[in-house]
């Protein structure tokens, strides 16, 4: 076995090289003689500290010992008892030996006796004085023979990959090896890559030395010399020892002051998720929080990713069919309810009717009313409901504006024109059911009647225009609704907002002025009020300032709102719209009800709208309009991309360009995808494009982007030849970017989702999910464990993923020289950036045997941006069959089991996707 | 080894005996041919404590201390496999007592012999490559661990058959596991130290339910929802090479590498974030001539003392708990001239054995020293 020598310590060098420059000056012996007494004080300190622990820990052990020892004689007491049941041979043996020796010789008569059937247990006890063999002394009892399990090395089974964590990496350590069959020992090191850093690892400064640093710097000053000597003493430079004490003197200062600020701190933190806004507490989870895998803490992708805005968001959510049922004892339904005034205000319901009536042509009322509807969330709404409004005829509409007048009368004085709130006129209102459908419909209508303005190119424009700062924030759509309501003329707060916006929008894009101005003139009665206005946008973050004094008094016997509740509502009228059911029960559940959420969200907006006049917010104002025309200036131009996207099929320029560099790729592993964050379409500055690889769906880009791999439109082929774009191109389909490519999910107990294509399941999601063979795991009849398959595949079947830790190339290397020196690997070349190692973390079918003529083949494949390995049958596999694919090993690297019998063989098919490494019969 | 920063030096022992006590050899065994890898008392059981068991190539041989230096065989095993090599062996027992033999080598098997019906108990199937130490939780002598070649720790119940616990994964070794050992006192506490340089302290706290589940377990051991343990709560770097023997004192460790030196230390763990900390070595306890691994030391009942070979077949003896710690005797004989692999010390510290390389045994007793 090894042997290795090193000598240690270093101690007497130090005094030695103190002692000689305490000759340099007579100032430097004072300086000497005073470090020195210091030393010696911590040394002896320090032995007495040592002493005392070590005491400490003799009195501890000596009760743990004496119960060790309580116990291992109870159990003698214990077992007295039942020895008489079964005499335990170890006792009698033990007992007969001891006989002998006393001489008491232990006759056979006497064992006879006492127990015959033991006898035939084989020999007593064998005395030895000296240098008699035991071996034959007694009669040995023999263990039968176990088999032996072929080796390993434990592993962790892992469904999917993981990347490497930072400790595991062998990159920059030593490594001992030694070599079983060369007998004792043998003890070698891959000198060419030994880097031992360690020994200039900076060290932190012990507390010792800082205590020498400050009583010699106390005693002497802190000149260059002292310095000099203090850094010889520690064995470090003079710099880092003084830039030490400039640490330990600021430290000093603060430790007076801090005392206190510590407790207080402390206090503090129980409750500093609270007190922290929604930004400071989502920090955590940006950073922890994998937004590709929807988990926390994801192995695959790691921490602290970058951080992938889409330029394109989510349509705010809208329950399909809010139930009218109160959510809660809190709910502002039933408060409402209680509350409701029956003030019915003429001028909206003739407001209504304006809307509703003009159904054709494009006046500017007509503009107005959709401004009025503001666009933002009835956009959204007019997108989610698309097929609804799609089915809903002219009747409707027509039906719809006849009876809503009714209804409309008996709102209450919150609620209208928007399509929430049209909602809420049905509840609130006359509560009847009839009411509710009416609305819908002429949330409907005017959905319809968006839509159509936005085919129109003329006022698409502008319409966009007017949306975007709402769009942004939902929620200025409600603020717009609040100043219909609240104020009496609510016609003029409610254009000089969209004025506002329409203006803003000209400072971008110059071309719309014409458009622009024809809307002022339509609305231009209204922009009396319009100076202080503000744009929605603002008008939200304004809402953050508001003094929370305001709020008490308007919410009456409510808490004031804290920056994270205010957050969390901010977020949720983002999703949830105007529900206030939905975000207290989601966001602000036990914080806040319904009922206040709701005042919030009412208050906040009939705020905005006093506060118009309200000069005090120009500073803010201006902060936010900087930063919204950064906004929307993306936004315009995803705009413009969505037009193009209807010219760019699958058939376009893009996919061609991807296919050809499928085809080109030949012997280049593929190209491992980061998600790029461009805000546009991608450039040149775009990193997928940079790196040669698809923008994907994590892409901040725009679905529009001509790099995106746009999935497929198979349906019949199911996606299961090369006719396939996904499947040609190695990658799984994704439903959510290729066409028709769905799969239905479970017995259709709960449903069956949507179908697309003609009924036609899609059969390249297998990895996705996890639809994969049973592999069992057992001896090889080859060598070693080996996989075997539980149930018969048919070819091409998907049999199973392999899957490992996820490794740099450099960190290959340096695994692989370990692993060949163990004649075992199973590392596994995924991409230009990793391999897959399966040594400590994978699956079963890290097991599978080489063969040059195998029944399985492995393939990489990008699955939703990740590049993983499939194993796949290459013909008919039976149950219970050993799984066997080619390692495809490069050819130099190959070892020699591997190379012999294929030599031709593999090499022909050297350009197929995976390509193994150094992989030994496990 | 890095250098100390002022302040936190150990004390190190010095090689000048003390004569505290002296030793003779009143005994020498011939075993077999094939080097002999552990010898250990049975501090288990109070009947059996000056029983011993010794192992190696394929036997496994049980002998008692009698008066006069004299050695009496008692049981002998042989496994019927020729190429089995036993690396290890510890005493435990059954629930209700009976005395049991657990040994395990090069083939990864664990064999648990019922000794007291000298017949095989249970052969424990799992581990992937050789097994290099057992151990027994003197506070449960039913359970034990095994450290071994797969990079695994494993802790087993020797009464059900049932492995509970696999210490490895994540935060694992990433290297044969050579040593392992329980903490006296704290009943979920092993460290682990092996060839990857490392000493892992392990908690079994949160899994403990499964410990007691395996007690009660009466479905095919196979079937037990064994759990791995992936993270240590502390990882000490302690040395520079293979770290080949640790065991407990009290709270502290005493490790050693193939440095000429036992090290005790003190780990420091961060509760807050486990897996963190520091160490602090307090003691060394130099051993000549002992830079080769696979040579364990090991302690009396009380940890007052302890034993350790060298390559040359000399047995050093430090008194463990004094500060500066003090070597109580040097063994040596003319004719010990093989490695000690492991040296066994008696209840009371009064008999030394040492198993040697060349297959020998030999018993050194204390002398009354006027």
Redesign the interface.
Known sequence: MASKGSASKSDPTKDSSVMGSQETSGNGKEILSVIDSVKKQVAADRSVSIKKRMEDNRQKLLGVSNHLYKLSTEGRTSRTNDSDRSIDLLTKRQKDALDMHNGVDASNGDRDSSSSQEDAHASTAVLLGSNVPVKNAVRPIKLSEVKRLPPYTTWIFLDRNQRMTEDQSVVGRRRIYYDQNGGEALICSDSEEELIDDEEEKRSFVESEDYILRMTAKETGLSDEVLESLAQCFARSPCEVKARYEILIKEEKAVGGSKNGDNEDILQNGNSFLDKDLDAALDSFDNLFCRRCLVFDCRLHGCSQDLVFPAEKQPSWCPADEENIPCGPHCYRSVLKSQRIARVSSSMNGDLEEKNVPSSGFTGTQILSRKKSSGPSARKRAKSCQSESASSNAKNISESSDSENGPGQDTTSTHHSSPPKTKLVGKCGISKRNSKRVAERVLVCMQKRQKKMLASDDCDSFVSGGLCPGDMKPKSNSCKENEDTSSSSHKNVKSPTSGRSRRKESSTQDGHKFVQSDVLDASSNDINTDPPATSSDDNLRKEEFVDENVYKQELGDNKPWKAIEKGLFEKGAEIFGRSSCLIARNLLNGMKTCWDVFQYMNCSESKLSCQVGDGANSLVEGYSKGNNEVRRRSRFLRRRGRVRRLKYTWKSAAYHSIRKRITERKDQPCRQYNPCGCQTACGKQCACLQNGTCCEKYCGCPKSCKNRFRGCHCAKSQCRSRQCPCFAADRECDPDVCRNCWVSCGDGTFGVPSQRGDNYECRNMKLLLKQQQRVLLGRSDVSGWGAFLKNSVGKHEYLGEYTGELISHREADKRGKIYDRENSSFLFNLNDQFVLDAYRKGDKLKFANHSPDPNCYAKVIMVAGDHRVGIFAKERICAGEELFYDYRYEPDRAPAWARKPEASGSKKEDGAPSSGRAKKLA | ????????????GSLALSKKRDYRVT??????KRPLYAVVFN???????N?FATVGGN????Y?C??GG????????????KDESFYTVSWA?NI????FIVAGGI???I?V?D??????HK?F?????SVNEIRTQ??KPSLVVSA?K???VRLWNVHTGICIL?F?????H??EVLSVDFH??DIYRIASCG?DNTVKIWSMKEFWTYVEKSFTWTDLPSKFPTK?V?FPVFIASVH???VDCNRW????ILSKS????IVLW?PKMKDQSPGEGSVDI??KYPVPEC????IKFSCD???NAAAIGN?EGKIFVWEL????PVLIAKLSHAQSKSPIRQTAVSFDGSIILSCCEDGTIWRWDAVATS
């Open positions: 080894m890095a250098k100390f920063a002022l302040g936190s030096e150990p004390v190190v005994n020498r065994l011939q075993e077999g501090f288990i059981d109070s009947r059996y404590f029983v036997r496994v041989t049980v008692q009698l008066e004299v050695i009496a065989v008692l049981q002998s095993y042989i496994d019927e496999d027992c209700d007592g009976t005395p083939n990864g098997l064999r012999i000794a007291g019906s000298e017949k095989i052969s199937v799992g581990h992937g490559d003197p506070l071994s797969d990079e695994s696999i490895s994964g994540a935060g694992g990433r290297n006296p006192s060839m791995y992936q520079s090479n293979y004192l009290g709270d502290f193939v440095d000429n030196e003190e307090l003691q830079d080769i691994w696979f009942f009380h940890y390559r708990q004094s500060s500066p």
